[in-house]
């Protein structure tokens, strides 16, 4: 699997904001709690990787490609698969939040998780990187 830097850098910068999530959640609950919190936040930043390696692979297959509007549709419906990834694994944290005693995943170490994302792209965006 060849990666991009800024793919590579994204992946890193996801797992230093989950440490720093996972951490602040430790401080947050002080107590067991914090264990579940910290599951949740390792379990959508492992998404996100996996989003991103999505990602990087749809942008390398659409430009092989040779008819600009199949690469529309492909684009168009691996960012909707990416999203109902992300929607599937908030419903499960949520419904295992709420139904399953003790609760082993904690829903806002979970959506805390989502953002690691986010924060990854916008750091990225303002960072200088040279492609090979």
Request: glycine fraction near 6%; charged fraction near 15%; include cysteine.
């Amino acid at each position: 699997m060849n990666l991009t830097k800024s793919a590579q850098r994204m992946i890193t910068i996801v797992c230093l904001s989950a440490l720093v999530m996972m951490a602040g959640g430790a401080l947050l609950y002080r107590s067991i709690d914090s264990l579940y919190f910290i599951i949740g936040v390792l379990l959508t930043s492992s998404l996100n990787i996996g989003k991103i390696v999505l990602l990087n692979r749809t942008v390398q297959r659409t430009l092989d490609m040779d008819n600009p509007d199949k690469g529309k549709t492909y684009i168009r419906l691996q960012y909707l698969m990416r999203y109902f990834l992300t929607g599937a694994v908030l419903l499960a944290a949520g419904i295992i939040t709420m139904y399953v005693e003790p609760p082993f995943i904690n829903l806002w170490g979970a959506l805390a998780g989502v953002f690691t994302l986010q924060i990854s792209v916008i750091i990225t965006r303002h960072m200088k990187i040279e492609e090979d």
